[in-house]
């Protein structure tokens, strides 16, 4: 595991990539979740692609996206509790089979990820980033990915002080994937951790708070050959 970041829980690949919509895709998780995190069998797991069957995967997704972001806003519904989301506007780029990036991210969609209110301010306040990710094939008909954000590190000053913040990002979870879903579209998911300020905070959770996963899927669609 690389420094700097959260190792989730694994859990069972299910339908999230063939959804037409994200309307119910705070549901589906946390039902999926219910139903998986007993299950003891390893055969779900990612396997490895032939490097064949990696380059078909690449094939496939690679190139550059427009899309839609959906974030929490670190707010929830007065009445019924439930999180509230806003989405916008971004581009990213899959260039290797190893390298995704997440381009122009507004620093805002990180503020719910601390009960900080001097350094939600700085956050909300702070520039633009691009998001660098590893990625690692699993799936190649259609394609999928793990993806496995690297922390990124801001200089922001706030409290009269100047400090080094760093967000972490869960690895290894297949809960933070990418893919082609079943109108030919890409979609993203990664979840957010903590944040570590100076580098001090916790580096794990028992599992992620799914709320806070941010979600992209492209207006484009993916290079996917017709079927036989």
Aim: with cysteine; proline share 7%; net charge positive.
């Amino acid at each position: 595991m690389a420094d700097g970041c959260l190792k989730g829980r694994k859990h069972k690949p299910n339908d999230f990539l063939i959804m037409k919509t994200f309307k119910y895709l705070a549901i589906l998780v946390f039902a999926v979740l219910a139903f998986t995190s007993c299950d003891s069998d390893p055969s779900w797991w990612p396997r490895t692609l032939t490097p064949e069957e990696r380059q078909s995967a690449l094939k496939e997704v690679k190139g550059d996206y427009h899309g839609k972001m959906t974030f929490y806003t670190g707010k929830n519904d007065e009445k019924t509790g439930r999180p509230i989301y806003d989405s916008l506007k971004v581009e990213w780029s899959i260039i290797s089979d190893s390298i995704l990036i997440i381009k122009n991210l507004p620093s805002k969609v990180l503020v719910p990820n601390t009960s900080n209110t001097l350094l939600q301010g700085a956050l909300a306040s702070a520039p633009n980033f691009d998001l660098k990710c590893k990625i690692s094939f699993y799936q190649n008909d259609p394609a999928q990915f793990l993806i496995n954000p690297v922390p990124p590190v801001f200089k922001l000053h706030y409290a009269d002080k100047d400090h080094t913040v760093q967000q972490l990002f869960f690895v290894d979870n297949i809960l933070s994937f990418g893919g082609t879903t079943s109108t030919h579209n890409l979609m993203l998911r990664i979840i957010p951790g903590s944040i570590l300020v100076d580098g001090n905070g916790s580096r794990t959770f028992a599992r992620p708070e799914y709320r806070r996963t941010i979600t992209f899927i492209s207006d484009e669609k993916v290079n996917r050959p017709p079927k036989k």
